[in-house]
């Protein structure tokens, strides 16, 4: 079964999974809106990479359990996608 995903995460401090559910798996884009104040963090397999503001990715099939963001309050992500 086909699920749209359309989240607006907000960070803080503490690393929070896109998802938390680890059967999740999507297409997605994940970016981080011009407005925020800082970078965003995400961690994947262990690696931090800073996102800065106004900056978006895409994923193809991945679980999103196993993708984490952290950043200023206030900040945040957005997860537009599907499991398809």
């Known amino acids: 079964m086909n699920n ?3 989240r ?4 803080n401090a503490a690393y929070q999974a896109l998802s938390n559910d680890a059967r999740e798996v999507a297409t997605f884009e994940l970016s981080t809106p011009p407005t925020n104040s800082d ?3 995400m961690q994947a397999e262990g690696t931090e990479i800073p996102l800065v503001p106004g ?3 895409q994923f193809q099939q991945v679980a999103l ?3 984490r963001v952290k950043g200023a309050v206030g900040d945040m992500v957005t997860v537009i ?3 398809w």
């Open 4 to 6: 749209i995903i359309n």
């Open 8 to 11: 607006k995460i907000m960070v």
């Open 39 to 41: 970078a965003v963090i």
């Open 55 to 57: 900056e978006w990715h």
């Open 65 to 67: 359990s196993s993708i």
């Open 81 to 83: 996608g599907g499991t």
